[in-house]
């Protein structure tokens, strides 16, 4: 298993932004735990604060930006059709859309910090028809304090265990790689489990005809 210097060293802030696109469309990619371990190689000195900044910034306003784009194109019927991939019931869907037309932004801004909301965010501003100005004012300022945020997490962990972490060699790196496919694998899994639940269900749940029982006189 490849250390850390080796993975960012090869991939470069690339896959960052990558990750951090995808994951801001739905994809299972634990974009906050990519951005912790940039955070992490930010503390050892492998990465620049600055650049794992901006590039942060810029991979979670572009993968919102395009699903918001997505959302205006295509509207609310990309949701329903697509939306059990995803955990998104009809229930739930019906109650996100309530509180994106009552709330605007600030739900696009909120949600930057809820998992499984966060992707969601861009699709139902745009299929609700949340202004374009709106949404990019909430959409970068959740950007400007969700990756900080995740950033310093990792690098929190390097000022307070990294010289433990360090001593441990490649194994604890190994660790949190292995960590990071464990949660993209585990997500996946998740979105099928419930794909295949979502079309399941309605079957099991279909109207039954009522049993009438036939009294003798």
């Known amino acids: 298993m490849p250390d850390l210097d080796v993975v960012f060293g090869h991939w470069g802030y690339g896959a960052i932004f990558a990750a951090v696109v995808l994951g801001n469309l739905g994809l299972p990619v634990p974009e906050e735990s990519i951005l912790a371990l940039a955070g992490y190689a ?3 000195g492998d990465l620049s604060l600055a650049a794992v900044l901006t590039v942060g910034v810029a ?6 930006n395009l699903g918001y784009w997505l959302g205006r194109r295509y509207g609310r019927a990309l949701l329903e059709r697509y939306g059990h ?3 998104l ?11 994106v037309t009552r709330h605007g932004g600030v739900v696009v801004l909120v949600a930057r910090f809820v998992a499984g909301l966060r992707f969601l965010a861009g ?11 709106t949404f990019v004012v909430a959409n ?3 950007a400007l304090l969700f990756v900080p945020y995740a950033v310093g997490l990792g690098y929190a962990v390097g000022y307070g265990l990294g010289p433990s972490i360090e001593r441990l ?4 790196e190994s660790l949190m790689l292995l960590g990071v ?16 639940l979502a079309r399941v269900q309605p079957a099991d749940k279909a109207p039954r005809g009522r049993s009438t029982r036939v009294r003798s006189p």
Request: glycine content about 22%; hydrophobic content about 45%.
């Open 169 to 172: 060699g490649g194994r604890a």
């Open 140 to 142: 970068v300022l959740g």
């Open 59 to 64: 991979g979670a306003v572009a993968g919102d």
């Open 85 to 87: 991939w995803i955990g």
């Open 42 to 44: 930010v503390w050892r």
């Open 181 to 196: 496919a464990g949660l993209t694998l585990g997500g996946l899994g998740v979105r099928i489990t419930r794909a295949c």
């Open 123 to 133: 699709p139902l501003a745009g299929a609700t028809g949340l202004r374009p100005a």
């Open 89 to 99: 019931s009809p229930g739930r869907l019906r109650a996100l859309t309530t509180r």
